[in-house]
């Protein structure tokens, strides 16, 4: 297939009705809103189910309800309203039926700003809602890497039966990139889904809940999704090397938008004879510890570089064994120039 | 320890020091320092504001194109299409060659930013260069230049009844973009206003000849307003090639073909232009005007980006 | 020769349930297990359980069920629909779940006309929880958040659930019955057939409000709490039919030809 020339946020779109996805559930937010206004347009081609929904809370129950049925299905939003699904994508996981989530982060607490942010990392990685679970989240740095990560994310949605995030800042969601998808995956081809509600005939009833009242079975429950989890460490990490060397002046961490412009900055240092090298998370949870552990023991500095006041720096720090780790971040959608970052990057290393 | 009389504990301080919704109200004009505005675009201004020559060729080949002589043009499309980026070139030049005595050219150029669809890339983030070439912005200002509301100036009516200068509408995308002009429709001069739909065959929806009509008659019928002309604005960022650029032309002829619309400009990043050496595309080849087009709209990470300026 | 003439509906498990004794859940659950039964959809029902007393509903039908998040029933509901239309599915909620915490996902739902069959249990109090005010308890009627009884001036007046959609333009059915009567269960189970009716169709929306007794929570005995839905709730809450389908649908608003 041909390239064609698309925003982040209609790829997204695309690529999720390439996975064989005909089901979405959302609410209009910036900038988010060319996801559904893309498939309110183009489902009608092939068969798809467009809803907008009343809220947020309303968006993640219909994206649950259809789930449970075993179909395909996402949904899309940006913080705030990440952070009014968040009751529902714990039943989700509870539940687990699988969903695919859309986050095109904007700034700041509260109503904040629509401009990028990467503040969402914590409430991505850390379970997101109440009680003791854990989504896939996969951050892609371009358009074309956010279309293969949404057919990814319905994989692995229905890999792990769970709820998989794709995160993204509003820059991913907004510029324009070439961008290739794959063939079309028929809906029809899915295999049936034991588990799953389409009326009892010629069986037992399904029942599909995240209610359980005896303790023991609950911490079973527990303890069978402890094990998903564990698998999913084992077997999803996911993430690039840059300008990797054997001895490195600086190791950045950054992923996203922020990675893009590290490069850039990378790029140039490297014509001046400083080797920074780069690890850019493409599953941030779960976050590939060892391989970044591996390639601190090659650097000499080490720096997080994100759109928050640090918050991947955690992980950074828990890969790095007890060493300092630097940090350098803007808030308020304020997105650092290549200039900016290098300087930062060659303050570290001078210092 | 009466806890009470600690009137300076550290909340005290931090709330003193919580920003005023209000300080970002007073007016900001374009060309001035923006502060925070980071998200701006200083880019290829220097580089526009020396290209002098290619504004006189352009200039010349405007003459010939009686469309483009009206005194109000729009630019709309679908989303992504490359309206913004079109309309601020096209100002840009046009406030370069107003610069430059007897080329028939006269002020004041104006570009309205009417984008109310997306918040992200319009032309308002190319204020400062647009300023710098002589360009009038109307956008809206202070904490509102990065405001997500449908902002509609009420000096725009104004400024479209008016009789001098040139006034480059830039709408926003889709039909819903377009709808701002239905709004307005009632107050265009007819008969000294073009509106062009800028058509990029590599972007969904307008990929073929049923879709780029269907569109042309969605933002019509949206506007209230007939279209006078096409843009060729075919291309795939830094992939394009100059047969890029041919291929896109051919097919807008196509669209001009069955709708009866001239097709006015055809676009192309100076890199794909002819300069003697590398083998790009040439004035001649098009029955229209070729307009090199900057980019202005780039993602952050772009060393030609605006914040590198 | 020995005619079976009474028997547990097949969409009913062979089960005891929680309910407290003279609680009218236990009724309202068997004309649902009868009417499935009857229009012959056990087998492709879908069930949606609230949070309430009924959450352990889905241990009593004999069909496929749902357990929804507080009050987003309807929300679930419209998901399984909207990719299964063949299913037909209902949502079995609370005056808590339906009135309070998931008034917009009924009015939503009710408005865009998913074609989903509502069933609302309404007995005035919170059940589950411990007896506290719900937005259908009667003025001056006591709680464990209202213990001197509601007061009209802080808490307003109680919410009347049919009323409120069938005030929606959007085709729906829309009842109330009660089964703390004996001589209205018939009229109520007809209203559950209607509402199912309608779903099968395809055509509308359907809610059966129910007005039920609480004596546990309401400290009463199950006889004086049949009679206090009677004559405290029934002159409030009154039974009858508010909406059909075939309601006029205003001229204003009528859709005309769109073009294509």
Not at chain 1, 185 to 200: C, I, N, R, V, Y
Not at chain 2, 96 to 112: C, D, H, K, T, Y
Not at chain 3, 77 to 89: C, F, M, N, Q, S
Not at chain 3, 229 to 255: C, E, N, W
Request: glycine letters at 8%; aromatic letters at 8%; hydrophobic letters at 40%.
């Amino acid at each position: 297939m041909a390239r064609i020339l698309m925003k982040g946020n209609e790829a997204i779109g695309e690529a999720a009705i390439r996975a064989g996805c005909r089901f979405f559930f959302g609410y209009p937010i910036t900038p988010q809103s060319e996801v559904p206004e893309y498939l309110a347009k183009r489902f009608p081609e092939v068969g798809g189910v467009f809803t907008q929904a009343e809220s947020e809370v309303a968006a993640v129950n219909m994206i649950y309800g259809a789930a449970c049925t075993g179909t395909r299905v996402f949904t899309s939003s940006s913080s705030p309203g990440i952070s009014l699904m968040s009751e529902g994508v714990s039943y989700i996981a509870a539940t687990e039926v699988a969903v695919v989530i859309v986050n095109i982060v904007r700034c700041s607490p509260g109503l904040g700003g629509i401009l990028p942010s990467q503040g969402d990392y914590w409430q991505a990685t850390r379970g997101m809602g109440h009680g003791d679970f854990r989504i896939l989240v996969l951050a892609p740095a371009s358009v074309q890497e956010a279309a293969n990560l949404i057919g990814l994310a319905f994989d692995l949605a229905d890999k792990y039966t769970n709820p998989v995030m794709v995160i993204g800042d509003g820059i991913i969601g907004q510029m324009m990139e070439p961008v290739e998808f794959p063939e079309m995956t028929d809906p029809k081809s899915f295999k049936e889904k034991p588990w799953a509600l389409t009326g009892a005939k010629g069986r037992e009833p399904n029942i599909l809940t995240s209610l359980f009242l005896d303790p023991d079975v609950l911490e079973a429950m527990n303890q069978r999704l402890l094990k998903k989890y564990r698998q999913m460490e084992a077997t999803e990490k996911r993430w690039e090397e840059y300008n990797i060397s054997d001895h490195m002046d600086l190791l950045v961490f950054a992923y996203g938008t922020m990675s893009r412009i590290s490069k850039t900055a990378i790029d140039e240092l490297k014509q001046e004879g400083i080797k920074v090298g780069l690890f850019r998370p493409i599953t941030l949870y779960p976050y590939a510890y060892e391989a970044a552990s591996a390639l601190i023991e090659k650097a000499d500095k080490l720096i997080s570089v994100e759109l928050s006041t640090g918050q991947m720096i955690d992980d950074v720090r828990l890969a790095s064994k007890g060493r300092e780790v630097a940090f350098f971040g803007r808030q308020g959608g304020i997105v650092p120039t290549p200039e900016e970052v290098k300087s930062e990057f060659l303050k570290l290393v001078k210092s | 320890m009466n806890l009470n009389e600690d009137k300076n504990s550290v909340d005290d301080e931090s709330r003193d020091s919580r920003p005023d919704p209000r300080s970002n109200q007073k007016e900001v004009h374009p060309g001035q320092p923006l502060g925070v505005a980071k998200y701006h675009i200083y880019t290829h201004a220097r580089h526009a504001l020396g290209g002098h020559e290619s504004v006189k060729a352009i200039y010349q080949k405007l003459e010939l194109l009686g469309p483009l002589q009206k005194r109000i043009l729009g630019f709309l499309g679908n989303f992504g299409s490359g309206k913004t980026e079109v309309a601020v070139n096209f100002a840009m030049q046009l406030g370069l060659a107003a610069n430059i005595e007897n080329n028939g050219v006269e002020g004041p150029i104006r570009i309205i930013d009417l984008d109310i669809i997306n918040p992200y890339f319009r032309s308002r983030e190319a204020a400062e260069p647009l300023t710098e070439a002589g360009v009038e912005v109307v956008m809206p200002t202070g904490d509102k230049f990065w405001a997500d509301l449908p902002i509609i100036l009420p000096e725009v009516k104004g400024l479209i009844k008016r009789t001098d200068g040139k006034l480059i509408l830039d709408v926003g995308g889709d039909d819903l973009g377009a709808r701002v002009l239905s709004h307005l429709n009632q107050d265009f001069p007819l008969e000294n206003t073009t509106l062009m739909m800028v058509v990029n065959a590599n972007r969904p929806f307008t990929s073929d000849l049923a879709g780029a009509r269907k569109v042309l008659s969605e933002l019509e019928d949206a506007a209230g307003l007939k279209f006078g002309g096409l843009v060729s604005n075919t291309h795939l960022m830094d992939e394009t090639s100059p047969d890029e650029i041919r291929r896109g032309y051919e097919f807008t002829k196509k669209v001009s073909a069955e709708t009866g619309l001239p097709v006015l400009m055809v676009t192309a990043e100076p890199r794909l232009i002819d300069n003697g050496t590398n083998s790009g595309i040439r004035t001649e080849e098009f029955d229209c005007l070729l307009l090199p087009l900057y980019r202005f709209m780039l993602p952050p990470w772009r060393r030609d980006s605006i914040r590198s300026g | 020769m020995v005619n079976t003439i009474f028997s547990r509906p097949e969409a009913h498990r062979d089960i005891f349930t929680h309910y407290c004794p003279g609680c009218t859940h236990g009724i309202t659950h068997r004309l649902v297990a009868e009417v499935l039964d009857e229009l012959k959809i056990r087998e492709r029902a879908v069930g949606i359980a609230p949070v309430g007393c009924a959450v352990l509903a889905y241990n009593y039908f004999y069909c496929d069920f749902a357990e929804a998040a507080h009050g987003r029933a309807p929300a679930m509901a419209t998901g399984i629909k909207r990719a299964r239309p063949d299913l037909i599915v209902f949502t079995y909620q609370g005056d808590g779940d339906l009135a309070s915490i998931g008034m917009g996902e009924i009015i939503h739902a009710a408005n865009r006309g998913e074609k989903i069959t509502v069933i609302f249990i309404n007995n005035a109090i919170y059940g589950m929880t411990g007896g506290q005010m719900a937005p259908t308890t009667m003025p001056n009627q006591r709680a464990t958040t209202c213990p001197f009884g509601r007061d009209v001036n802080v808490a307003g007046y109680p919410i009347r659930v049919a009323e409120l959609l069938s005030n929606l333009v959007t085709p729906s059915y829309v009842a109330r019955v009660t089964a703390s009567i004996p001589s209205q269960i018939p009229n109520a189970k007809r209203a559950l057939r209607k509402a199912f009716q309608y779903q099968i169709e395809g055509r509308c929306f359907s809610l059966v409000e129910f007005v039920s007794t609480c004596p546990t929570n309401w400290g009463m005995s199950p006889i004086k709490a049949c009679g206090w839905a009677q004559s405290d709730m029934l002159p409030f809450y009154k039974l009858g039919v508010y909406k059909t389908p075939d309601d006029p649908i205003p001229d204003a608003v009528r859709p005309r030809e769109v073009k294509k």
